[in-house]
């Protein structure tokens, strides 16, 4: 039996997601998180073989949930399902150390493909995926700036882009608004860009927003 603990920040979601793997007779959800610090406790207290991951989290979000486990060395297996675009978002959740990544928009069998698929030690990635993987050894290129970000500064990039003000970028990540700005001024000296309009211009043009 593959033990599965789901995390992501919208109940509706995690409600979906499970019913789509309760149709498998191999894969049991044994615990759902919808936050870092649920889904820490979740892994202290329950054993599991995949976690099913959204980037999306309010506070420390999945990436930083895929850095924790790589410094401890854990051996849990994680399959990224997101709402962001695998052209942007698969390789960089890949390179963290997730064994897979799903677009949430995928059909409901091949979630269930998926999570099998790491839980046997294997990675899964999508046929794009898989093709931008390719092409990535082939072709040496520069990575675009914005593959330099922090998680919190990508956060706090495509939040700004899309249209959200710093007082609300704070809330939303249980941050203070100082520390927000420092994210904001990080991003602009990275990506060589002079204000807001500047940043939301350059989310649109690379497809983060």
């Known amino acids: 039996m593959i033990r599965v603990i789901l995390c992501d920040d919208h109940a509706v979601v995690r409600r979906g997601i499970r019913e789509m793997l309760s149709e498998a007779v191999d894969i049991q959800v044994v615990a759902e998180a919808g936050s870092y610090a649920e889904v820490r406790e979740a892994l202290r207290s329950t054993a599991c ?7 999306n989290l309010p506070g420390r979000g999945g990436l930083e949930v895929l850095a924790s486990l790589r410094e401890s060395s854990s051996p849990i297996r994680v399959l990224v399902v997101s709402m962001f675009p695998e052209d942007q978002y698969a390789i960089r959740c890949l390179r963290a150390g997730a064994q897979g990544y799903l677009n949430k928009a995928g059909e409901p069998g091949e ?4 999570v099998r698929t790491v839980a ?8 794009d995926v898989a093709q931008m993987l390719v092409e990535n050894l082939s072709t ?6 914005h ?3 922090s998680e919190r500064e990508l956060q706090t990039l495509l939040k700004i882009a899309s249209g959200k003000r710093l007082s ?7 941050l203070s608004p100082k520390t927000v700005s420092v994210y904001r001024a990080r991003v602009l000296e990275k990506l060589k860009l002079s204000n807001n309009a500047e940043l939301t211009v350059y989310a649109i043009r690379n497809g983060l927003v």
Do not use: C, F, W
């Open 168 to 174: 609300d970028i704070a809330e939303e990540l249980m």
């Open 111 to 114: 979630l269930v493909t998926a």
């Open 120 to 127: 046997q030690g294997r990675k899964y990635v999508t046929p």
């Open 49 to 55: 073989d995949v976690l099913v991951l959204d980037l």
């Open 147 to 149: 593959a330099s970000l």
């Open 140 to 145: 040496p290129s520069d990575e675009a700036l």
